[in-house]
T-cell receptor, first 111, second 114 residues
Framework: GEDVEQSLFLSVREGDSSVINCTYT??????LYWYKQEPGAGLQLLTY?????DMKQDQRLTVLLNKKDKHLSLRIADTQTGDSAIYFC???????????FGTGTRLKVLA | DAGVTQSPTHLIKTRGQQVTLRCSPK?????VSWYQQALGQGPQFIFQ???????QRGNFPDRFSGHQFPNYSSELNVNALLLGDSALYLC?????????????FGSGTQLSVL
């Protein structure tokens, strides 16, 4: 079955690193994505990783993929108050073009 | 370069009514997907349109239907509204041929069914 799981909440202090975790079940996914949703807004693509990669770094963002354990993580370095939002991981089944989203992790950054 | 635009932003309907939501994709994109996001949940895939045809469909009843026009814009129609249809409806566009199939989302239409 298709299921993407995330922890619901994360609270960090400004300047610390945040790590948001995600587990997925569909081993046929070609790409895995991280999206950010601010209040009253749609989802904004942050970064993505190809399934044959282990790590991708993009400025303050680092994505780690453990394909064996079907575990994906997003690390945000030097977390700022503007990073407070809900973060969704998603997998895309290249056969059906369907995205499966997780339930989202609400990140709260304390000043 | 306009991003994905959706209208209306908010809508209030009563049970049994019908609703039409509209979406214009990002310039250069040819594929439109619709998602339903209930409060506190992740987006759930409704369907995707490409070349004016439904390419894929999620687990939604036939009350949910759609259309894509020659200019790639799209409509989502929901008939016989239920209270449980209250949600944020998100439209996302992408480009076939972009192997990464990155989705670009609009800000959504907040539908409330009373």
């Amino acid at each position: 079955g298709e299921d993407v799981e995330q922890s619901l909440f994360l609270s960090v202090r400004e300047g610390d690193s945040s790590v948001i975790n995600c587990t997925y079940t569909d081993s046929s996914s070609t790409y895995l994505y991280w999206y950010k949703q601010e209040p009253g807004a749609g989802l904004q693509l942050l970064t993505y990783i190809f399934s044959n990669m282990d790590m991708k770094q993009d400025q303050r963002l680092t994505v780690l993929l453990n394909k064996k354990d079907k575990h994906l993580s997003l690390r945000i370095a030097d977390t700022q108050t503007g990073d407070s939002a809900i973060y969704f991981c998603a997998e895309m089944d290249s056969g059906t073009y369907k995205y499966i989203f997780g339930t989202g992790t609400r990140l709260k950054v304390l000043a | 370069d306009a991003g994905v635009t959706q209208s209306p932003t908010h809508l209030i309907k009563t049970r049994g009514q019908q609703v039409t939501l509209r979406c214009s994709p990002k310039s250069g994109h040819d594929t439109v997907s619709w998602y339903q996001q209930a409060l506190g949940q992740g987006p759930q895939f409704i369907f995707q349109y490409y070349e004016e045809e439904e390419r894929q469909r999620g687990n939604f009843p036939d009350r949910f239907s759609g259309h894509q026009f020659p200019n790639y814009s799209s409509e989502l129609n929901v008939n016989a509204l239920l209270l449980g249809d209250s949600a944020l409806y998100l439209c996302a566009s992408s480009l076939v041929g972009d192997s990464r199939e990155k989705l670009f989302f609009g800000s959504g239409t907040q539908l409330s069914v009373l």
